[in-house]
């Protein structure tokens, strides 16, 4: 695989998994919402292991790839 489409595949699951980090945020946001605590616990935990794997992935980035993160 030459660099441009190891790039390409990192960019697809970097993006794939802000999407899942993003989508469980909403999910917990809901279960909030409803009052849904257990809903809330288990959220939350898969939220952590999205973090995990997104530092896993950050970790492994291609030498083309600067990865900057903003905090809010």
């Excluded at 794939?16 to 909403?26: F, G, Y």
């Excluded at 939350?44 to 995990?52: A, C, F, P, S, T």
């Excluded at 896993?56 to 790839?65: E, F, N, Y």
């Amino acid at each position: 695989m030459n660099e441009q489409e190891l790039t390409q595949n990192y960019m697809k699951a970097f993006e794939h998994l802000l999407r899942l980090m993003s989508d469980v945020d909403n999910a917990i946001d809901r279960s909030r919402q409803s009052n849904d605590s257990l809903g809330v616990r288990q959220y939350e935990h898969l939220k952590k292991d999205y973090v995990q794997q997104l530092a896993d992935l950050i970790s492994k980035a291609p030498k083309s790839v600067t990865v900057q993160a903003v905090i809010h």
